[in-house]
């Protein structure tokens, strides 16, 4: 799988876990240079707490993009370290 943005690969792996239909990467497939901390952060009720990456590419930005959960509740658990896109990132074989 493949997380594209702007015309840029994000993060690629083989080894994506699918939750709610979302395509969880390893933090390691992630293409560092192009994420950038946030201050958001939001609560699933049953995965815990998010905190998410904004993602900039040749100087656009897509704020709050990318979301992972640092300590995911135990039914979440196989999220640990997994990075998950929205906001227009297109995740495709």
Not at 8 to 16: G, I, K, P, R
Not at 36 to 49: D, F, L, Y
Not at 58 to 84: F, M
């Amino acid at each position: 799988m493949k997380a594209i943005w702007n015309n840029a690969v994000l993060a690629e792996s083989d080894e994506t876990v699918v939750v709610e239909n979302n395509h969880y990467f390893p933090a390691d497939s992630l293409k560092r240079e192009y994420f950038e901390e946030s201050i958001a952060g939001t609560t699933c009720p049953w995965k815990g707490r998010a905190s998410y990456y904004s993602v900039r590419v040749d100087g656009q930005l897509n704020k709050d993009a990318a979301w992972y959960y640092p300590d995911p509740k135990p039914a979440a658990e196989n999220i640990r370290g997994r990075v998950a896109f929205w906001k227009g990132v297109q995740v495709i074989p």
